[in-house]
Antibody, heavy 123, light 111 residues
Framework: QVTLKESGPTLVKPTQTLTLTCSFS??????????VGWIRQPPGKALEWLALIYWDDDKRYSSSLESRLTITRDTSKNQVVLTMTNMDPVDTGTYYCARRLQESGRYYNFDYWGQGILVTVSS | DIVMTQTPLSLSVTPGQPATIFCKSSQSLLYSDGKTYLHWYLQKPGQSPQLLIYEVSNRFSGVPDRFSGSGSGTDFTLKISRVEAEDVGVYYC????????FGQGTKVEIK
């Protein structure tokens, strides 16, 4: 059974750094074809992809946010960590992590999602 | 960056009637491996998004066959053959041919 769960602070101050952790089970981030990504959603707005880390530790970032983002993994703990620097009120929203799977020639982008964590940026 | 544009932004449908959502990309999503990486998601009220369609036209596990996807290049369509009450929510297309980009979403409600 595949599960993902986001954790971290729900309130951060402007200019602070946000650190979110995605803890997952039911799959391994060392299996070829597997990745874990982060997606966010401001209240009442659309989804926005942020970052993705692959089984081989390759990483991809949103062009518009790349300078502020870092994605890392701890395969021993089955966790993926996203850090976002210089937080601003416009970064307020729900942050999701989700699995990406390549299997038998098929690419399942974000087939399983966490429940999301609402992060508010306010002084 | 690839921009994804969905139309319409909202849709009100009578149960049992069909619904169609369009998604257009700013450049072709045909990848060098010959595949097209366009996917559809549904976010039901108060829930996380769920994968409906992957690689243009493949239904994900458990997705009813009233959902179908089609298209190529820059133009894609999601069709619901007979809308049911449980289909309400916001539908998003997403491309993964070059990084990833979501469309702005299409809200589907029942009349």
């Amino acid at each position: 059974q595949v599960t993902l769960k986001e954790s971290g602070p729900t309130l951060v101050k402007p200019t602070q750094t946000l650190t979110l952790t995605c803890s997952f089970s039911g799959f391994s981030l060392t299996t070829i074809g597997v990745g874990v990504g982060w997606i966010r959603q401001p209240p009442g707005k659309a989804l926005e992809w942020l970052a993705l880390i692959y089984w081989d530790d390759d990483k991809r970032y949103s062009s518009s946010l790349e300078s502020r983002l870092t994605i890392t993994r701890d395969t021993s703990k089955n966790q993926v960590v996203l850090t976002m620097t210089n937080m601003d009120p416009v970064d307020t929203g729900t942050y999701y992590c989700a699995r990406r799977l390549q299997e038998s020639g098929r690419y399942y982008n974000f087939d399983y999602w966490g429940q999301g964590i609402l992060v508010t940026v306010s002084s | 960056d690839i921009v994804m544009t969905q139309t319409p932004l909202s849709l009100s449908v009578t149960p049992g009637q069909p619904a169609t959502i369009f998604c257009k990309s700013s450049q072709s999503l045909l990848y060098s491996d010959g595949k097209t990486y366009l996917h559809w998601y549904l976010q039901k009220p108060g829930q996380s998004p769920q994968l409906l369609i992957y690689e243009v036209s493949n239904r994900f596990s458990g997705v009813p066959d009233r959902f179908s996807g089609s298209g190529s290049g820059t133009d894609f369509t999601l069709k619901i053959s007979r809308v049911e009450a449980e289909d309400v929510g916001v539908y998003y297309c997403m491309q993964s041919s070059q990084l990833r980009t979501f469309g702005q979403g299409t809200k589907v409600e029942i009349k």
